[in-house]
């Protein structure tokens, strides 16, 4: 084929799950062009994951989703964990307020969501949505990526070239394959029977709102699985047994004996029923050269955190600021290498977390079950560790090279006011870096070159003040404010994934933070002069 012919992207992607839905809409919105290849025509009606967390729920809504997502979502509840007593060993909570705003977990109905997202998506015109076309064969040069796809019918095979390949094409994936990729296996494996339910109309069933039932006779989930027109799905989760096949548990007649202490045939659909096997998998490369993975490419794990699909959708997150400073020309590809080390220590502590919680609960064998339970109830259990921050990349660092906190954790989000207009954060200030002072003169007495950089970059700069004050947002909620003074800091840089970069203490500081972030930026190849050039940025 003549080389000429061949199509080019900025970039491709394989697969048509939620994260590529997500990564093709980040990309998308920042003007690039972006073609999908997927091997099937038709999307999976079925659901699997059920829920997103308050962080992923502010990029959904920083992505134009806000309005939609409340009639396609409905917050957690508790999250409880007994034994099979039903005495409580364990409890979350999801409908606390969360750092960005709203409950920490919402619960989805899976096909009624990616409906959403494939309807904000197919709305770009930077997309090319190719369906039925199998990846075959993926391979790079050093100008670009090339895919070899093929029509799952006729047979026909296609080229096309791209900046950079991604590969969010699951847990097989052929990305993953080409850069050679092993996986670390963290020793979780379990089979369980998931059942989807719909209750009839009218119908309001007895059972906990969201609980794992560890009893080790049957360990169980019942938890919320979304919402779609106005009527609420559940689904159970049943662990399979030593003495059980995989094959036996999935008849139809024995789920609904499984159901039966919990719901009636007569009470509720069976919308699926499937025996699925819980695994943790962490790939040991995301990325070489012009080819990278996400999502379950990257990573997989037990769902007793509800965190895969949201694991996967940061990992879009990540990259596409990063890629679109790339693509820009603000950027060589050097950026690319802090991908893996943001991203892969993130979600190991969530596979870890996922493992912890799973632990309890796939135990059938009463002795070991009871021994767990004394444990718990003696207080000899350690509570579940703290949802993880990133702890590598680009965040400010001290002299001894080590991270300054607050960098890495996620900065707070809510409601703010200026002048009459009062919304979200994200809304009124908008997306990118943002520079945030809760001291009003600080920021006027920022240095010219720190001003310099920042506007190159294309930043942000806000005061947040806790009344109405002129040239202030006003912190409404009360989001902003104490969280930076029980971190003790004046100042915090955001980067546009919502993380903090660094903090200042106080406006003697501030020069430096923003120095610093210009010499991390440039140390990844970030074309923009150091703050300490302004006659270069200007110009």
Request: charged share 25%; hydrophobic share 40%; net charge negative.
């Amino acid at each position: 084929m003549n080389s000429s012919n061949i199509p080019f992207y900025d970039v491709v992607q394989i697969g048509y799950g939620p994260v590529s839905e997500i990564m093709a809409l980040s990309l998308a919105r920042q003007g690039h062009k972006v073609a999908i290849f997927e091997r099937w025509r038709e999307r999976y009606a079925l659901p699997r994951a059920v829920c997103i967390d308050h962080e992923l729920y502010r990029v959904l809504s920083a992505l134009g989703m806000s309005e939609q997502l409340p009639a396609v979502s409905h917050a957690g509840p508790h999250y409880k964990w007994f034994n099979a007593e039903w005495k409580e060993l364990l409890s979350i909570d999801w409908q606390s307020e969360s750092i960005s705003g709203g409950p920490e977990v919402n619960f989805v109905h899976q096909p009624t969501l990616e409906k959403m997202f494939e309807e904000v998506v197919q709305a770009r015109p930077e997309v090319t949505l190719n369906l039925g076309w199998e990846a075959i064969e993926a391979t790079q040069t050093a100008d670009y990526a090339q895919l070899v796809v093929r029509d799952t019918e006729s047979g026909e095979t296609r080229t096309v070239r791209c900046k950079y390949l991604i590969g969010a094409d699951g847990a097989n994936s052929l990305v993953r394959q080409a850069i050679g990729s092993t996986q670390e296996d963290r020793g979780f494996e379990a089979d369980w029977l998931v059942i989807d339910v719909l209750p009839n109309e009218g119908v309001t069933l007895d059972i906990p709102p969201a609980a794992q039932y560890c009893n080790p006779v049957r360990p169980t989930t019942i938890v919320p699985a979304g919402v779609k027109d106005g009527r609420y799905f559940r689904r159970w989760e049943f662990m399979r047994l030593p003495h059980e096949t995989a094959a036996e548990l999935e008849h139809e007649h024995v789920a609904w004996d499984l159901l039966e202490p919990w719901v009636r045939r007569d009470q509720a659909t069976i919308v699926r029923h499937k025996v699925y096997t819980f695994r943790s998998l962490l790939a040991n490369t995301w990325r070489k050269g012009r080819m990278l993975i996400a999502g379950d490419a990257a990573h997989v794990m037990p769902p007793f955190m509800g965190q895969g699909m949201c694991a996967g959708l940061r990992d879009d997150w990540n990259l596409a600021w990063k890629l679109d400073l790339i693509l820009k020309g603000r950027a060589d590809d050097s950026l690319l290498d802090t991908y893996q080390p943001e991203r892969r220590p993130h979600v190991s502590d969530v596979i870890d977390l996922s493992m912890f919680l799973g632990k309890i609960i796939c135990i059938p064998d009463p002795a070991a079950a009871a021994e767990r339970d004394r444990a718990f109830f003696a207080g000899e259990v350690p509570p579940p560790p703290p949802f993880p921050s990133l702890t590598d990349g680009i965040l400010r660092r001290g002299q001894d090279g080590a991270v300054q906190s607050p960098a890495g954790l996620l900065c707070p989000h809510g409601i703010v006011r200026s002048g009459s207009r009062t919304g979200r954060f994200d809304d009124v200030v908008g997306l990118g870096f943002v520079l945030v002072s809760r001291n009003a003169g600080a920021l006027s007495r920022l240095g010219a070159s720190q001003r310099v950089f920042l506007d190159a970059l294309g930043a942000h700069r806000v005061t947040v003040a806790a009344r109405d004050t002129a040239g202030a947002l006003t912190d409404v909620d009360a989001k902003f404010i104490p969280w930076m003074e029980r971190h003790g800091v004046e100042t915090m840089l955001v980067r546009p994934d919502f993380y903090l970069y660094g903090a200042a203490v106080d406006a003697s500081d501030l020069d430096a933070l923003v120095d610093d972030l210009a010499a991390d930026l440039q140390l990844h190849g970030v074309k923009i002069a150091s703050a300490q050039e302004p006659q270069a940025l200007a110009a």
